[in-house]
């Protein structure tokens, strides 16, 4: 496999896809299977009510457990996500959010984790999120 | 209840949360429980391999589901989105999404829908969506 | 593939898994990606209320869906369910319940299917089911 | 609100349904939001390839995460799931499961609880569930 560092999983998460790398997502661990996304808090994340829209979540979930699986499987850019829940707990502040995964199942074909978000100060969780990965046949694994 | 019409609804699908705004969804049909958006295609969506980003798609499923709970409750800004479910069925061509929202359960607590998108112009399926809304108490409903 | 009938798919659907085994489900349609399942009611299947327990329509969800997956792949019975998503609608009459599965994505390596239950007689749905199954490598199919 | 001991609850497990009662669920923890449950291995669980059949598991899901309610809120006999999501992550030995429940959010109206499994003697977890309840309005809570 390629391993891929933190720096070079930051730069895919913020130029490789526009919707999402206008997030400006900053990676903060990055260890095999364990991974740390912070959501910096701007006007574009706003929704009525000063909180956070959920679309945002939805899409800081997706590049923690996109960088989850390339923390293990280093850089198979063709893994993608086939299914993904989202519970939506409490309502997040007007503040960054930290977004920690953990993997569930790594197997040959199919990769499982889990995404915990709360708000930066906070420990109180405001986001679960549970993602499903097909890794591609023949990754070039050793 | 206050009615909202398909215009109303399309005003505040691009400018009430300006993440999804963005996207400048276009609300084509909107009557009591059956509600049709376009997500029309742009650079802002893609993703390598020439498709459509996931996190595209599901604030694009979150906004349909956002017009059906309208479409039936009225203007219930109050509604929030308390879990979803998407399964990524193929990979979107790089044209515009059609999403077609129906509703599964209309509580007075509780409302759950599902959304299945597909590329303008072919039948298949590209992505499903359930979805759950919580109803805020006491809406003032007649 | 080795085709399965819809006699041979109710008689592992009995016999195969005791715990699922004893609902005496009944296959009433059985072609390719189109599966109706009958519940028959019966007291084993009571909770408080007077109403079906939830996990009695979780082992419906689950045996129609490898049906459908199966009227569609035939007798791959390496295929196994990687996740399932439940949304329970309303309180099910002590009746028989019908659970209508169809296909959403029949992949290579994944299939993804829906199934939509109600009470015999009625046409509000109770339950809602979204799964994924994992089909084998190399199932031998031609 | 109406206190519900351990024991209590475990009576409730094995009689209230008799569709999960016949599993023999043993509650081995029962405190405030922190609930394990013993599914003990028999010969009803069997699926071919000498694992536990996907249903034994839902149900078994389904009632640590009621455990896991009552333990936060008493005798609320009205609570009923409105979701649940299952990831099957790995085959399970012919063994014990043990479930494991913690609470996500608890709210006035939603409850969101997570549960994890594993066989007794090894640390992998096989199936992981995040859950949905509603709390009846007025449940007397002080």
Redesign the interface.
Known sequence: MTPITAEEFQELARH?????GQLGCVVERFAAGDVLVRLPYS??????GGTI????L??LA?ITLYGLVMSLLGRV?LA????????????PAPQDVLAEGRI??L?R??A?G?VLMRSDGSPE?IC?V?G?Y?IP?DPGLK
């Open positions: 490789g896809v526009p919707y999402v006007d574009l994340l706003q929704r009525p829209c959920g679309p945002a939805m899409a997706d850019e993608v996500t086939t299914s993904l829940t989202v519970h939506f707990l409490t309502r569930l199942k197997g074909r199919l499982v889990e969780p679960q549970t499903t097909a046949p």
